[in-house]
C-alpha cells in the first residue's frame, strides 16, 4: 500500500511511516519488502530470460508454505517463523 493511503487509514503523518518503513519491511511499498517478508520466492529483474525463470519457478514449486521461513531467512520478519514452530509443537502435545 503507498504510503499516502497507508497515512489515511491509519491517521499516522506520513513523514513517521516513510521513517518506519526503513527499519519496517511490512510498511515499505514494493517488491522488494515484499520478498523480504516471505511473500515471495524471488524478484525477477525486468531484463533476463523471464520464460526460463517461470519454468523453474514451476518445475521447483512446492505447496509448502514457507514465507515465515523465508521472511526469517531475508530478515523481514525475525519472529514469525520461531512462533509457528511453537505454536505447532504446542499442539502436537
Known amino acids: 500500500m503507498p504510503v499516502e493511503a497507508m ?3 491509519t491517521k499516522l503523518p506520513v513523514a513517521v ?3 518506519l518503513s526503513k527499519t519496517m519491511p511490512s510498511l515499505e511499498f514494493g517488491a522488494r519488502p ?5 511473500g515471495v520466492e524471488e524478484v ?4 533476463g530470460d523471464v520464460q526460463a525463470k517461470l ?3 514451476i518445475a521447483t514449486a512446492t505447496t509448502e508454505d514457507n514465507r515465515a521461513k523465508l521472511g526469517k531467512k531475508r530478515g523481514g520478519r525475525r519472529l514469525a517463523f520461531d512462533v509457528a514452530k511453537k505454536v505447532l509443537a504446542a499442539a502436537a502435545k
Open 17 to 19: 511511516l516513510r521513517k
Open 7 to 9: 497515512s489515511a487509514v
Open 34 to 38: 515484499f520478498a523480504l517478508l516471505g
Open 55 to 57: 519454468a523453474r519457478a
Open 44 to 47: 525477477w529483474p525486468v531484463k
